[in-house]
């Protein structure tokens, strides 16, 4: 099992992103993925980033580029303009949860990390999304909502997605 903390959207940036999104092999909502971990104390996890949630208010970025990742696998995404605010937000909430076990998982990583947002995870399909994106795709103001914990177990060959935990922003 492995866990993801993610930045949600708010109703009508998951709207226009859905406009992009063609296939997914995960069935997430839209979000901006900020650490993946091997391993948590998922009490002690939840009870810190409600803390570190407190303070935290609602914020608006810019999705502005697209791309392609091809490791592990091909991702098409849409990303954002990378604010000083994005990248202290990405370190802080890691220095919060540096005794969560992230080997293997490092791309997730303070100073190796390439916000995003998935559009298409599928091998075959993935060229197909990203020349339509690169056509039809439009930068615009999106806004940050929540963070939520998502547990992602392989059972057989099934994966076993949970939501663990919201933490709607002020």
């Not at 298409?120 to 806004?143: C, G, I, P, W």
Request: net charge negative; aromatic share 12%.
């Amino acid at each position: 099992m492995f866990y993801v903390l993610t930045l949600n959207f708010n109703q009508d940036t998951k709207e226009k992103i859905a406009n992009f999104r063609k296939k997914t092999e995960y069935n997430f909502e839209p979000h901006i993925t900020i650490g993946a971990f091997n391993d948590i104390d998922v009490d002690k996890a939840m009870k810190l980033t409600k803390d570190y949630c407190q303070n935290l208010k609602k914020f608006k970025i810019q999705l502005s580029n697209v791309g392609i990742f091809t490791w592990p696998k091909p991702v098409a995404w849409i990303g954002p303009v990378v604010t000083e605010e994005l990248i202290n937000l990405h370190k802080d909430l890691h220095k919060t949860l540096d005794f969560c076990d992230t080997k293997g998982l490092e791309y997730y990583l303070p100073n190796n990390w390439v916000p995003h947002c998935t559009v298409d995870s599928l091998e075959d399909t993935v060229e197909a999304s990203a020349l339509y994106l690169m056509k039809n795709f439009k930068q615009f103001a999106a806004e940050i909502v929540a963070l939520e914990w998502i547990s992602i177990e392989m059972e057989n060959s099934d994966l076993k997605i949970k939501t663990l935990k919201t933490f709607e922003l002020q």
